[in-house]
């Protein structure tokens, strides 16, 4: 059995930390290349569990940018909960100092070149600090 010690993080593997390294530099940037560039031909993304998905590079650029935020007006950081040969569980925090602060949860499922082919953001808001 492996455990861990209460607070001990786990180092995300080089895919899953290029990968991050890529979304936030989409994020921060929404460059609609750097967006499509982490995703499949036919990636799948909901935005929640329960969320009408975003089906297909295209459609999940296009999502992206009119969902957009401006640079600069949040902060992320992020850990690893668990990953597999081809899904990644991120465990994350936003805020944005302005007006609200969220708890995150990604479910990750690559393909095999190391783009996502699924994509599942939940989120759960919390008491703004700001």
């Known amino acids: ?29 929404n460059d609609a290349a750097d ?13 929640a569990p329960d969320a009408e ?6 459609a999940i650029v ?7 935020d401006a640079p600069g007006e949040w902060t ?4 690893v909960l668990h990953e597999g040969p081809d899904i990644a569980f ?3 925090r936003t805020e944005y100092p302005a007006e609200r602060d969220y708890l995150n949860l990604w479910v990750i499922r690559f393909a095999d070149d190391g783009r996502a ?3 599942t953001e939940w989120y759960l808001a919390r008491p703004h600090e700001g």
């Open 35 to 47: 967006i499509g560039a982490l995703f499949s031909d036919d990636a799948v993304y909901l935005t």
């Open 1 to 29: 059995m492996n455990e861990r010690a209460a607070g001990e993080r786990t180092a995300p593997s080089d895919r899953l930390a290029e990968w991050m390294a890529g979304y936030l530099r989409a994020w921060r940037g």
């Open 117 to 119: 082919e699924e994509f």
């Open 76 to 79: 992320f950081d992020w850990w």
């Open 53 to 58: 998905p975003r089906r297909g590079r295209e």
């Open 62 to 68: 296009a999502g992206w940018l009119e969902d957009a």
């Open 90 to 92: 991120v465990q994350g």
